[in-house]
């Protein structure tokens, strides 16, 4: 399954979870419901902004909509990342890359507050 498929069902479950509809999802999110649907169906994916709105509406951390409970070790999840990465387009690798600094800096601007 793929990322943006993979996202899309997390975001569901969490949602369901919090016993949030779509439409209250998306009117707190300032999005149309139809947006929220085509994300928990693999159509779309957010931009970081909207993952970091959704994280605060759901009170989670960002990390957990990519808790897919795959790769057990370091080993085995290097290798895995090495295959997406050699398995993917240029495109792809950007998206990737943009995600990973979005979460680096998600993750550098929380650690200064832990603690506060």
């Known amino acids: 399954m ?58 989670i951390g960002v990390k957990e909509f990519f808790d897919f409970g795959t790769s057990k070790t370091k080993k085995e999840l290097a290798e895995k990342l090495c295959r997406i990465i050699n398995n993917s387009e240029l495109g792809d690798l950007i998206f990737y890359e943009k995600m990973v600094n979005s979460h680096l800096e998600y993750a550098s601007r929380n650690k200064n507050r832990v603690g506060k």
């Open 2 to 59: 793929s990322l943006i498929k993979n996202f899309g069902k997390r975001l569901q479950e969490i949602r369901i979870a919090n016993k949030i509809t779509q439409a209250q999802l998306a009117e707190k999110a300032g999005l149309e419901t139809a947006t929220i649907s085509k994300i928990e169906t693999g159509y779309h994916y957010p931009n970081p902004e909207n993952i970091e709105k959704f994280a605060q509406i759901l009170g």
